[in-house]
């Protein structure tokens, strides 16, 4: 079984800073695409930033120059940087990531419990 689960979130004033974390666990043979949504209450769930296995990394127009995207291979972890918040800013941010597992043919896809960011005005 494989596992994401996230860490990080809380309440900030605007024009703070929080960092996410998501870090996978379980049996598995490849990480492929990791990436950060997000969903505010009353909208649908919007991709935040994307970073691919060769590091390349992709943001929404709304994030970009506050947001940053990273990963660890090393320990399966990918984290989002988030600066200079606004009070939009504010959801649920869910961690996703296409996992390829020992004999099946194509990466599945995998999604942490979500995990809070508050900006207060």
């Known amino acids: 079984q494989v596992q994401l689960v996230e860490s990080g979130g809380g309440l900030v004033q605007a024009g703070g800073s929080l960092r996410l974390s998501c870090a996978a666990s379980?049996?598995?043979?490849?990480?492929?695409?990791m990436a950060w949504y997000r969903q505010a209450p009353g909208n649908q769930r919007e991709l935040v930033a994307t970073?691919?296995?060769?590091?390349?990394?992709n943001y929404a127009d709304s994030v970009k120059g506050r947001f940053t995207i990273s990963r660890d291979n090393a320990k399966n972890t990918v984290y989002l940087q988030m600066n200079s918040l606004k009070p939009e800013d504010t959801a649920v941010y869910y961690c996703?990531?296409?996992?390829?597992?020992?004999?099946?043919?194509?990466?599945?896809?995998?999604w942490g419990q979500g995990t809070q960011v508050t900006v207060s005005s």
């Open positions: 996703n990531a296409h996992i390829r597992r020992i004999l099946r043919p194509r990466p599945d896809d995998y």
């Open positions: 379980g049996s598995f043979v490849t990480i492929n695409d």
């Open positions: 970073i691919f296995s060769d590091g390349s990394t």
